[in-house]
């Protein structure tokens, strides 16, 4: 049990590197390796979620400041969790489609971006979250370009060349802060950037800190790589990115929490320039969403909307909206991956995403119903838990009328936008028989999966609300976690 | 020594901006790994610059003498490694889509007139 907090980190390497000297070709193996990670992964972060927090992992035993730590607060579980749950429903996905066929090495990519995800969200090193972001990167690389093509191959250059831009800029940032601060444990570069006399360098980091941060999670005017990438990308790679732009907020979230707190002269400057840019988020995703005519594309701007909302409540540096943004986060995470893959489903059967009108779908009820319900949720409509999730954020932001004008309109937007694409698809069909289609029970299973987990986050809103109240509140009082780090 | 390192980290940068925005794929890999060369310079100059100190102390020095900080050396040993490893991915995928889709631009657009665009050779 004093091991378990590597052990998210540990499994998926040892695994996918299993996997990828042991099994070459054993496909059936693979896939029963993969899945049964998946499903360890998951108990491993459930047994996280039941440990009181924070806890913390020196690697190598070395004492915090000057070893690297692993720190797991709630937010850090959840995420944990909310990984392997994505993780297991693309496994299944990619098994039941039998995407894992069009290349060799899907299932150990899969771990490899396992394991940089896990390994991002318990670092408590800024030069560590460095090296697992870059982990996470070179393996969803790989995945991007999983199944080959000329478009997917162009589109993969494009988006690792705007990876390594930022990574350069990732490295500049920390220099920067290292050279002030003198070190690149995030808890103490909280307390030490408090110290610092003349703050215009470390400012200077933090800004760049943020704009790496800013091109991870797509944040308007940085978004630009997304839309291409994701809608290029495989179907079940695509929704396994839909948690990597929240790798991006996550970085965020712990930036202005523990390492620029909001209260700090720093940490106002960055959630004040963040407001502005989470609106223009905002604004250009639903705009995007809805002047789309490709499904793909609706789906791409409807997760950088997200994003904008997010950081709107993130921004606002108040606990409750923290606790809104947490709650949001799982959601939205969800909603764009169940919408990923029902695009990848569609146009597996109608060859085409364009909004243009089709001949009718195989399955076309069942994956109609599916995608009402995640457009539905995306949208922010009632029941589901969009809904809810913006309702806790304008109830956690009273004050602020433009916001609710802003959030209220936009959802419209992408009322209106999904509407489209839902009817343009499924109604604007002529009345010929659908051609067949190999039903993949497994695949429906995976959106099944995550639409189930979808309404549990819905109904079990009242009891979870506590919990991420609790898990704002430790993050906006970092005290407790910087004393168990650095003890 | 001070200006020497300043001035070379700015130039490198300078010059690999310019080649990164040139969107095609041969002078930006070259633009990134300029890119990477400042940012490596850079990180060296943050624990300080003091020279012809050791980073290690040996068990003979009395007392603390001068000395480097050791952890810039292991940051960028880590960064060379990393944009080495990346620099080989961004080669083969630029490669890749050089014999998929004839083009050697990295920006994604459709409209290029055929005269930009040889074929390569043994493309089917």
């Keep these: ?487 | 020594m001070e200006i020497l390192l300043a001035t070379a980290i700015g130039w490198f940068t300078a010059v690999a901006v310019y080649l990164v925005l040139r969107r095609r794929v041969f002078p930006v890999i070259l633009g990134m790994t300029m890119l990477s060369y400042a940012v490596n310079v850079f990180l060296f100059a943050t624990g300080g610059l003091v020279v012809g100190a050791p980073p290690l102390l040996e068990g003979k020095v009395a007392g603390p003498g001068p000395m480097t900080d050791p952890l810039p050396q292991a940051l960028v040993l880590t960064a060379i490694v990393i944009s080495f490893g990346m620099t080989a991915v961004v080669v083969m995928m630029s490669l890749g889509a050089w014999f998929q889709s004839g083009s050697d631009r990295v920006d994604l657009d459709e409209a290029e007139p055929a005269a930009e665009a040889p074929q390569p050779e043994g493309r089917a």
């Design chain 1, 1 to 487: 049990m004093q091991h378990l907090p590597v052990v998210p980190i540990v499994l998926p390497a040892v695994s996918g590197a299993l996997m990828l000297l042991a099994m070459r070709a054993d496909l059936p193996g693979k896939r029963t390796f993969s899945i049964a990670t998946m499903i360890l992964l998951g108990t491993v972060a459930v047994l996280l979620l039941m440990q009181p927090p924070p806890l913390v992992y020196r690697l190598g035993d070395w004492p915090a400041p000057f070893g690297i730590v692993l720190q797991i607060d709630r937010l850090a579980a959840m995420l944990l969790a909310l990984n392997a749950l994505l993780g297991l429903a693309v496994a299944l996905y990619a098994v039941g489609t039998g995407w894992d066929k069009r290349g060799a090495h899907f299932h150990s990519l899969l771990m490899f971006q396992m394991m940089g995800l896990n390994g991002a969200f318990v670092t408590g090193d800024a030069f560590n979250l460095f090296v697992f972001f870059e982990v996470m990167l070179i393996a969803s690389y790989g995945l991007m370009v999983h199944g080959g093509g000329a478009a997917r191959v162009k589109a993969g250059v494009q988006y690792v060349v705007v990876n390594l831009a930022g990574s350069a800029l990732f490295l500049f940032a920390l220099g920067t802060v290292y050279a002030v601060t003198g070190t690149l444990n995030m808890a103490d570069i909280g307390l030490k950037a408090a110290e610092v006399p003349h703050d215009g360098l470390i400012r200077a980091g933090a800004v760049m800190l943020m704009l790496v941060f800013a091109v991870k999670a797509a944040v308007v005017p940085l978004h630009f790589w997304l839309p291409a990438t994701y809608e290029n990308a495989p179907g079940p790679v695509a929704a396994l990115f839909a948690i990597m732009t929240k790798v991006g907020v996550y970085a965020m979230l712990r930036s202005l929490t523990l390492m620029f707190p909001f209260d700090s002269a720093i940490g106002a400057m960055l959630a004040e320039g963040l407001r502005i840019a989470a609106g223009l988020t905002l604004i250009t995703g639903m705009v995007g969403l809805f002047g789309a005519r490709d499904f793909g594309r609706v789906v791409t701007w409807s997760v950088i909307g997200s994003i904008g909302t997010l950081l709107l409540a993130v921004s606002a540096g108040r606990p409750e909206a923290t606790a809104a943004s947490l709650y949001y986060l799982v959601h939205s995470t969800l909603a764009g991956a169940v919408l990923f893959l029902l695009g990848d489903m569609i146009v597996a059967r109608r060859g085409t995403l364009r909004l243009v009108p089709a001949g009718r779908l195989a399955q076309g009820g069942l994956l109609a119903a599916m995608t009402m319900a995640a457009a539905v949720a995306m949208a922010g409509m009632p029941p589901l838990s969009g809904f809810i999730g913006k309702l806790l954020i304008l109830q956690a932001l009273p004050d602020q009328w433009g916001l609710w004008l802003l959030i209220l309109a936009t959802s419209l937007l992408a009322i209106m936008g999904f509407a489209r694409a839902g009817s343009t698809i499924f109604w604007a069909t002529d009345s010929s028989e659908a051609p067949a289609h190999p039903a993949q029970p497994l695949g429906f299973v995976a959106i099944g999966l995550l639409i189930a987990a979808l309404t549990v986050w819905t109904l079990a809103a009242g009891v979870i609300q506590p919990w991420l109240d609790g898990a704002a509140a430790a993050l906006h009082a970092p005290a407790a976690l910087t004393r168990a780090v650095l003890s």
